[in-house]
């Protein structure tokens, strides 16, 4: 089966060595194969994507229309509008009980770029970038790009996927320049407590550099269920001048193609060198989705708006989490937030002979799948489901981890049929050995 989303190959020496060692995100190369299938007059369930399925918030769509009819969409400053950097400050500053400066926010074309941009200007050669995994993919993506040294800290399904202050402890070194966190968790849903990133706060003041940087992702931070609540690294004493708090419009608002994000940064003077790089590669953010992330942050008709969503979220969350459990061979915890489940697949792959069919492979094969990615693809192509596997959430260290990613943003009934599918497919050992046999496809 040939690869939709590869184009010719480049002439040798064409393109520079250092583009072989950039990392992606498999969702995005995964939605072609999805396509492809579609195009074959067949409907996939969708249980792979990492946005909500909520219409963006009426006030907020209008707000957005009304600045463009009031001409708002010319240049404006790299930084990001004004009066959008105050609103910032006060509704992050106000939820996290601190003072914010509005000239230490920057604004972003969504989330994305404050990770890249991250290990741009902090990270010099042979200096060490510590991150969860499974964790967020960009977050390991640069690291060979930028010529660091990449250390992935381990989280553990019998330690729920936390992390703790001794877990980290390990991990860190003199040569630690950038320290990745993100709660709650994409994948795994995790919720750190205050106790938690009070441990994680000391253990990085006591082994790192005093000029580390963490940089506390906390985009699904109005997502959290069961009354947890959300708790920022930056709020702790004494961590507010380390930490690089990176949110947005796309998850609390349901707005990914707003592309609206932010970053709060220790100082002025490194919040106006993101600016910089935003100059130099975005020039600026469209003025009327700006001014539509202001009335999102400013309006009181947003909190309902959000709570209905994360209520919704919660009750399909029990669904799939309880579907699953219920599935001979998988494993599923109960995550605290985002909206994602992280089932572990294990027995399910040897029921099916997915182990043993990855092992087979020849080893140039192996290095680039998994039996957890044999079975995304299995469970795609021949039973019309999307997932997402273990390896897209951090290649380093992922090996013999065999877990799925399924996505609750997607409707109710369409959940339960995708468990039901799932289910069916952890039972046909038959059609997944028919599946490797035919020459499907094998790897991402």
Same mark, same amino acid.
């Given at each position: 089966? $040939?690869?939709?989303?590869?184009?010719?190959?480049?002439?040798?020496?064409?393109?520079?060595?250092?583009?072989?060692?950039?990392?992606?995100?498999?969702?995005?190369?995964?939605?072609? *194969?999805?396509?492809?299938?579609?195009?074959?007059?067949?409907?996939?369930?969708?249980?792979?994507?990492?946005?909500?399925?909520?219409?963006?918030?009426?006030?907020?769509?209008?707000?957005?229309?009304?600045? %463009?009819?009031?001409?708002?969409?010319?240049?404006?400053?790299?930084?990001?509008?004004?009066?959008?950097?105050?609103?910032?400050?006060?509704?992050?500053?106000?939820?996290?009980?601190?003072?914010?400066?509005?000239?230490?926010?920057?604004?972003?074309?969504?989330?994305?770029?404050?990770?890249?941009?991250?290990?741009?200007?902090?990270?010099?050669?042979?200096?060490?970038?510590?991150?969860?995994?499974?964790?967020?993919?960009?977050?390991?993506?640069? %690291?060979?790009?930028?010529?660091?040294?990449?250390?992935?800290?381990? *989280?553990?399904?019998?330690?729920?996927?936390?992390?703790?202050?001794?877990? *980290?402890?390990?991990?860190?070194?003199?040569?630690?320049?950038?320290?990745?966190?993100?709660?709650?968790?994409?994948?795994?849903?995790?919720?750190?407590?205050?106790?938690?990133?009070?441990?994680?706060?000391?253990?990085?003041?006591?082994?790192?550099?005093?000029?580390?940087?963490?940089? $506390?992702?906390?985009?699904?931070?109005?997502?959290?269920?069961?009354?947890?609540?959300?708790?920022?690294?930056?709020?702790?004493?004494?961590?507010?001048?380390?930490?690089?708090?990176?949110?947005?419009?796309?998850?609390?608002?349901?707005?990914?193609?707003?592309?609206?994000?932010?970053?709060?940064?220790?100082?002025?003077?490194?919040?106006?060198?993101?600016?910089?790089?935003? %100059?130099?590669?975005?020039?600026?953010?469209?003025?009327?989705?700006?001014?539509?992330?202001?009335?999102?942050?400013?309006?009181?008709? $947003?909190?309902?708006?959000?709570?209905?969503?994360?209520?919704?979220?919660?009750?399909?969350?029990?669904?799939?989490?309880?579907?699953?459990?219920?599935?001979?061979?998988?494993?599923?915890?109960?995550?605290?937030?985002?909206?994602?489940?992280?089932?572990?697949?294990?027995?399910?792959?040897?029921?099916?002979?997915?182990?043993?069919?990855?092992?087979?492979?020849?080893?140039?094969?192996?290095?680039?799948?998994?039996?957890?990615? *044999?079975?995304?693809?299995?469970?795609?192509?021949?039973?019309?489901?999307?997932?997402?596997?273990?390896?897209?959430?951090?290649?380093?260290?992922?090996?013999?981890?065999?877990?799925?990613?399924?996505?609750?943003?997607?409707?109710?009934?369409?959940?339960?049929?995708?468990?039901?599918?799932?289910?069916?497919?952890?039972?046909?050992?038959?059609?997944?050995?028919?599946?490797?046999?035919?020459?499907?496809?094998?790897?991402?």
């Amino acid at each position: 089966m $040939s690869d939709p989303t590869s184009g010719p190959a480049a002439a040798p020496h064409l393109i520079a060595g250092r583009i072989g060692v950039i990392g992606t995100e498999e969702a995005f190369s995964f939605g072609a *194969l999805i396509a492809q299938v579609e195009a074959e007059g067949d409907r996939v369930i969708k249980a792979n994507l990492g946005q909500p399925d909520f219409p963006l918030p009426t006030h907020v769509a209008d707000a957005v229309i009304e600045a %463009i009819r009031a001409g708002k969409t010319t240049y404006c400053d790299p930084q990001g509008l004004p009066e959008l950097r105050q609103a910032i400050a006060v509704s992050v500053g106000r939820a996290r009980g601190l003072d914010i400066d509005p000239e230490r926010v920057v604004v972003f074309p969504g989330g994305r770029p404050p990770i890249g941009f991250a290990q741009h200007a902090y990270v010099e050669p042979g200096d060490e970038v510590v991150y969860p995994t499974p964790s967020y993919p960009l977050f390991e993506s640069f %690291i060979d790009y930028v010529q660091a040294e990449p250390v992935p800290v381990p *989280l553990r399904e019998e330690e729920g996927f936390s992390l703790s202050g001794a877990g *980290l402890e390990p991990y860190l070194s003199p040569k630690t320049k950038l320290v990745y966190l993100n709660f709650p968790s994409n994948p795994t849903g995790g919720v750190a407590t205050r106790e938690q990133l009070a441990e994680i706060g000391e253990v990085i003041a006591a082994k790192a550099h005093p000029d580390v940087r963490i940089y $506390s992702d906390e985009a699904y931070e109005a997502i959290v269920f069961d009354g947890e609540q959300h708790v920022s690294i930056a709020s702790l004493p004494g961590m507010e001048q380390r930490t690089i708090i990176a949110t947005g419009a796309s998850k609390t608002y349901s707005w990914t193609g707003g592309r609206v994000g932010w970053g709060i940064y220790p100082t002025v003077a490194e919040a106006k060198v993101m600016r910089r790089l935003n %100059i130099n590669y975005f020039a600026s953010i469209p003025p009327y989705n700006q001014l539509g992330a202001k009335v999102a942050l400013e309006s009181p008709e $947003s909190p309902s708006a959000i709570a209905a969503m994360v209520e919704a979220f919660q009750h399909r969350r029990d669904i799939v989490v309880g579907g699953l459990n219920a599935i001979e061979g998988i494993r599923c915890q109960n995550p605290k937030g985002a909206f994602y489940v992280f089932p572990n697949v294990g027995g399910a792959l040897e029921r099916i002979g997915a182990i043993d069919a990855y092992e087979a492979l020849a080893p140039e094969v192996r290095a680039r799948t998994s039996p957890a990615t *044999l079975f995304q693809l299995f469970l795609l192509y021949r039973y019309r489901t999307a997932t997402m596997d273990r390896r897209s959430f951090g290649i380093r260290g992922s090996e013999g981890q065999h877990f799925l990613r399924l996505s609750v943003a997607t409707a109710e009934d369409e959940l339960r049929e995708a468990v039901e599918r799932i289910a069916a497919a952890s039972d046909d050992a038959e059609g997944f050995g028919d599946y490797v046999r035919s020459g499907g496809r094998l790897t991402l």
